[in-house]
């Protein structure tokens, strides 16, 4: 069974700080089919990073992602405010797709 | 601009039926594969289903095998999760996502979801 692992759980923070998110995979990942969400209270998912590293349209530079193989990192370098959130990773391009548990940035 | 909006959620009781669609506009339906994925309240996301392109494989979660059927319809660029013999743990708000083509990489893209409520 393929399993996503994020972590830490929660992330306490202050703003301007940087964020560094892990999601490691039980199985190698092809292609670098790991994309990235944010998800607000009472909103839907947002694509941040797709394809591991490539930034959605409209994300802020501020959002990177890198990684290969098993081990992925979702960078946030300096929090700003609206950056405080629930962040999930998720293997895509095969069924079935899977998603981590999800990392919650919080204000310190 | 590619966009997908889902319909049909509602409040059900347990054991009822409901299927639910999802309208896609802005590429080639039928050139990707498409899923479903829910998430119950204050849960993460969960994958539900998976169908191919053409529609001639389909997965699904092992929570729902059994009772959802997916399907697809080109013709009309729609997507359709039939659920039966709904139970509380249904509950939740069901996303349409389009998922890779069959040649290529793309991004995915998500709809904004629909709620779907199992409760007596």
């Known amino acids: 069974e393929f399993v996503l692992t994020q972590s830490p759980g929660t992330l306490s923070l202050s703003l301007g700080e940087r964020a560094t998110l892990s999601c490691r995979a039980s199985q190698s990942v092809s292609s670098g089919y790991i994309a990235w969400y944010q998800q607000k209270p009472d909103q839907g998912p947002r694509l941040l990073i797709y394809?591991?590293?490539r930034r959605a349209t409209g994300i802020p530079d501020r959002f990177s992602g890198s990684g290969s193989g098993t081990d992925f990192t979702l960078t946030i370098s300096r929090l700003e405010p609206e950056d405080f959130a629930v962040y999930y990773c998720?293997?895509?391009?095969?069924?079935?797709?899977?998603f981590g548990q999800g990392t919650t940035v919080e204000v310190k | 601009e590619v966009l997908l909006v889902e319909s049909g959620g509602r409040l059900v009781k347990p054991g009822e039926s409901l299927t639910l669609s999802c309208s896609a506009s802005?590429?080639?339906?039928?050139?990707?594969?498409m899923n479903w994925v829910r998430q119950a309240p204050g849960k993460g996301l969960e994958w539900v289903s998976s169908?191919?392109?053409?529609?001639?494989?389909?997965y699904y979660a092992d929570s729902v095998k059994g009772r959802f059927t997916i399907s697809r319809d080109t013709a009309k660029n729609s997507l359709y999760l039939q659920m039966d013999s709904l139970r509380a743990e249904d509950t939740a708000v069901y996303y349409c996502?389009?998922?890779?083509?069959?040649?290529?990489?793309?991004?995915?893209?998500w709809g904004r979801g629909t709620l779907v409520t199992v409760s007596s």
């Open positions: 394809g591991a590293s």
């Open positions: 169908i191919s392109s053409k529609g001639k494989y389909k």
């Open positions: 802005g590429f080639i339906f039928n050139t990707h594969v």
């Open positions: 996502a389009r998922d890779q083509p069959d040649s290529g990489t793309s991004r995915p893209y």
């Open positions: 998720q293997r895509y391009g095969s069924s079935p797709q899977t």
